[in-house]
């Protein structure tokens, strides 16, 4: 079983709508929960990331985490054509004072259709 | 002003050449990594340097060797391509924000193709 599960799509939606993006994940040792979008042929781009249980809101995004459940999600209101990428969640856990470790999901690939 | 920068953007190479990637952040942190990211789009750590100490070595052949010459670089040598080794490579660098949580930036990606 892989540590972090996340639906590969793609996912299609129309413009305006909203998204619901998940990952479920079986490691209790992670800290902290990131969620990433990658552009066809770019690097990944940090959106969000909480370390703790409940809502985080930025924007049109926003991360909830319920650590209980291993399970974190990401909405994205008004959805707009420019949101069509990949989504990564990222798991993280601090090794040093300084370094620490992501383990990603695969990936969603999100299109939003005008 | 770019973050996280890497060189060159595409390699393609014949099957048991020698080549390197190197990576460069001019954002002060300490902490460095390299990633692969295969045709799935599945993306897995590799390397890890903080201040030009190795921190991580995920499962990674010997074929590959990270060197640090200072913390704003950490580069990616590989030894006798394989055609497997075809990939995008991904350099990031981290910010320690407060005492539990890390927020790493990524680079551009270098495509590999190995022939």
């Known amino acids: 079983q892989k540590e972090v599960e996340q639906d590969p799509g793609p996912l299609s939606v129309p413009e305006g709508a909203i998204v619901s993006l998940n990952c479920t994940y079986s490691?209790?040792?992670?800290?902290?929960f990131m969620w990433y979008r990658q552009y066809s042929r770019k690097g990944p781009e940090l959106l969000m990331y909480?370390?703790?249980?409940g809502n985080k809101e930025d924007g049109r995004f926003t991360a909830q985490v319920d650590k209980s459940s291993k399970y974190i999600s990401l909405f994205i209101r008004d959805s707009q054509p420019s949101d069509s990428a990949t989504y990564l969640c990222a798991m993280g856990t601090m090794l040093t004072g300084t370094a620490s470790k992501l383990t990603f999901g695969t990936g969603t690939r999100l299109q939003v259709t005008l | 002003d770019t973050a996280v920068s890497q060189t060159p953007k595409y390699l393609v190479t014949q099957m048991g050449n020698d080549k390197s990637i190197k990576c460069e952040q001019n954002l002060g942190h300490d902490t460095m990594y390299w990633y692969k990211q295969d045709s799935k789009k599945f993306l897995k750590i590799m390397f890890s340097?903080?201040?030009?100490?190795?921190?991580i070595n995920e499962t990674v052949p010997n074929r590959f060797s990270p060197k640090s010459p200072d913390k704003a670089h950490l580069n990616l040598h590989i030894n006798s391509l394989e055609l497997g080794d075809s990939a995008v490579y991904f350099c990031a660098s981290s910010h320690l924000r407060g005492a539990d949580t890390d927020t790493q930036y990524f680079g551009p990606g270098t495509r590999l193709t190995v022939l």
């Open positions: 490691n209790s040792a992670f800290q902290y």
């Open positions: 340097y903080n201040n030009k100490e190795l921190i």
């Open positions: 909480t370390y703790s249980s």
